[in-house]
């Protein structure tokens, strides 16, 4: 049990770090049938805990039917059929289209007799810290969406890193074995808005409109990406904060992420008479079967959903840690 670990700056037990460790030597092959475990005392030492957490630890493995106690010989593995019922935490940003689509698709990439668990924390840090120690411990996996733009690594290290998939977004600097199904932001909207070049050369400009009144979360990275694509290509850029209709003006184009503006600049080019695609360029991100119909088809920068939600189960299901960049791109339609 060289591989055991004991992680004091999390909020899992101590006796139940020791429980997972050992199922996850057995489930590994590290851990075989008839193996001798380290004493009370060896273990104790080696990962500074007390003799009675060890003990807690080995006696709920005992009741289980995976440990097996010789008097004055120790602990030794009695079975390797260890394998538990996935039980996970998952915590989205918000409820929405292609939330609905990530979800079925983990849930169906999942064994039948998973358990989830489904939280919102609405970019509110201090609801995604209480989601998080109320939770932490009462499961064996956890699929967290870290869309804040700030720093919030410290709260999701409170989770036991080789139980935790990051969705959507990764955390670089983040310590530990931690798995992530993600979009590289920044690299995709460059080369998103790259390939659309001929088509944006009709308009004299690209806005990005923030939606910030509206608690819109848009990744550093998309922005970073966004203006990069404006030095590199000459086109010009703009980003401002909220939607208005003001803004909206013939022969240019926008790029907006909140479906409530998307519908605002469609019903004002409607009123003004204008034609979407030809006289004013419209691109959504994140694609829903809306966008494919809306006006004739909306182009978006979207990533594949189904196959992040179905990459991110596979997984979960097979106990497999590894950071997966989820593919993505543009959708060029009516509206460009």
């Not at 994140?286 to 088809?297: C, F, H, M, S, Y």
């Amino acid at each position: 049990m060289n591989d055991v670990t004991v992680d004091p700056a999390t909020n899992q037990p101590k006796y139940q770090q020791l429980i997972d460790a050992v199922l996850t030597g057995i489930e590994g092959g590290t851990l075989t049938l008839g193996q001798q475990l380290p004493s009370i005392s060896e273990l104790a030492g080696q990962q500074g805990v007390a003799k009675v957490t060890v003990a807690k630890a080995y006696e709920a493995l005992r009741q289980r039917g995976i440990v097996l106690s010789q008097h004055g010989k120790g602990f030794y593995v009695a079975s390797t059929d260890v394998r538990t019922p996935l039980n996970v935490l998952v915590i989205f940003d918000t409820l929405n289209a292609y939330k609905e689509m990530l979800y079925e698709a983990l849930k169906t990439a999942l064994p039948p007799d998973t358990t989830l668990n489904v939280y919102f924390h609405h970019y509110d840090r201090t609801l995604f810290e209480s989601l998080i120690r109320h939770n932490v411990g009462r499961h064996n996996a956890y699929v967290v969406m870290p869309h804040f733009n700030e720093d919030v690594s410290e709260l999701l290290a409170l989770m036991p890193a080789d139980k935790l998939l990051l969705i959507d977004q990764t955390i670089p600097h983040l310590p530990g074995d931690f798995s992530a199904v993600y979009q590289d932001f920044d690299e995709d909207i460059f080369h998103a808005l790259t390939t659309a070049i001929d088509r944006l050369r009709r308009y004299s400009q690209l806005t990005m409109v923030l939606s910030r009144d509206h608690f819109q979360y848009v990744p550093l990275g998309t922005l970073a990406g966004f203006e990069r694509f404006g030095q590199e290509s000459g086109f010009p850029v703009r980003v401002v904060d909220n939607y208005h209709d003001d803004l909206v003006q013939p022969g240019e184009a926008f790029l907006l992420f909140a479906e409530r503006d998307l519908i605002a600049l469609i019903k004002r080019v409607g009123r003004a008479g204008w034609q979407l695609g030809q006289e004013v360029g419209l691109i959504a991100y994140d694609d829903t079967p809306v966008k494919e119909i809306l006006a004739g088809g909306i182009t978006v920068i979207s990533t594949d959903f189904a196959q992040m939600g179905q990459t991110a189960g596979e997984l979960l299901t097979t106990r497999t840690r590894a950071k997966r960049a989820n593919p993505g791109g543009l959708i060029l339609r009516q509206s460009l």
